[in-house]
């Protein structure tokens, strides 16, 4: 088991760096979003995301480890994407899709990251890691759930995503 722990302690220097990726990210999203909606669920998000790294320092003590990054690749690029996206000049509804998109890979890349280093901390028995990692992945997935319902409900149904279709 000792190369299970070693693979979480891993995991979480990369699940580290990724949030640090995405707390210096997300204010730049907040800027560049439309609607208010939008802009709240990003500046909500942050905060959250700062909560995720206080997590990921108290699991890190748990087990022992001093909290250390691993550079996150998948983030660096899921984010460097989105930048490209950003700079090919939409604006309005269609850049708020644009954010939203890009947003919503970062939260599945996430969701991924943390479900698999629960549950290694679950068979290791690491339970008080394994309940932090949970409590992250939860707001993980519904930070998702909520861009879906924006992007779903609110762009489209207001009309707003209307305009996103047609140009």
């Known amino acids: 088991m000792s ?10 220097q990369d699940l580290y760096d990724a949030e640090q990726q995405i707390i210096k990210a997300l204010p730049k999203m907040v ?5 208010e909606e939008v802009r ?12 995720h790294v206080e ?20 983030i660096r690029g899921i ?12 604006n309005g509804a269609v850049k ?7 947003a919503q890979r970062v939260e599945h ?3 991924a990251a943390y479900g698999t280093a629960a549950s290694w901390a679950d068979e290791l028995d690491l339970d ?12 993980e997935e519904e930070a998702d759930s909520k861009l879906t319902k924006i992007a779903e409900g609110g762009l489209v149904t207001s009309g707003v995503n209307e305009s996103a279709k047609t140009r």
């Open 3 to 12: 190369d299970l722990r070693n693979l979480l302690t891993e995991q979480l």
């Open 31 to 35: 800027a560049a979003a439309n609607d």
């Open 40 to 51: 709240t669920a990003f500046e909500e998000h942050l905060e959250e995301t700062r909560g």
């Open 55 to 74: 997590r990921l320092e108290r699991a890190f003590e748990l087990m022992d480890k001093t909290a250390e990054s691993k550079p996150c690749k998948g």
């Open 79 to 90: 984010l460097s994407e989105g930048e490209e996206a950003l700079e090919k000049g939409v």
């Open 96 to 102: 708020d899709a644009l954010l939203i998109a890009g």
């Open 109 to 111: 890349y996430e969701i």
């Open 128 to 139: 008080d890691v394994a309940d932090l990692l949970g409590e992250t992945l939860d707001e």
